[in-house]
């Protein structure tokens, strides 16, 4: 519990190491979804962490800050925030950012139904893998996915 609360910043970004480093959309959605599978859910920098994914969603607000990791962490950035939003916001403001997300995955799925990342490791099934898990995500059919 120490290292991610020593890896956030009062802001509520995840950093790369508590000893400092670089921030992401991508480690702070990471970061978000490792607090609430702590259970940590009454953790001031939780609520900063959500408050700032939310604010910075590209999917949201096309006037959002964008770093590097909305594109080149695409996958993990949408899968890890999906999760940590359903399973400690309000229902209503997960439901914006859901629906948002979920149209964005679907513009972005290629004809045969796949998903595929450019300039980033991974493959096709990785990246199809992590999509159809941020969709599945408000069905709860996977313990992990339950409030």
Known sequence: ??????STTDA?????SFQGGQTSAAL????????????????????????WLFSNAPFLNSRAARDYSHDTYYFYYTLYATLAMYQHTDRER???????VRDDLLRRQKTDGSWEQNGSYGNDV???????LTLEVALERLPLFQR
């Open 126 to 132: 990785l990246w199809t893998a992590f999509a159809a």
């Open 28 to 51: 702070t959605a990471a970061g978000a979804s490792v607090y609430t599978c702590l259970g940590l859910y009454e953790d001031p920098k939780l609520r900063k962490s959500l408050d």
């Open 94 to 100: 997960f439901r914006k950012w859901f629906v948002a």
């Open 12 to 16: 509520g970004m995840v950093q790369y």
């Open 1 to 6: 519990m120490g290292y991610i609360r020593h």
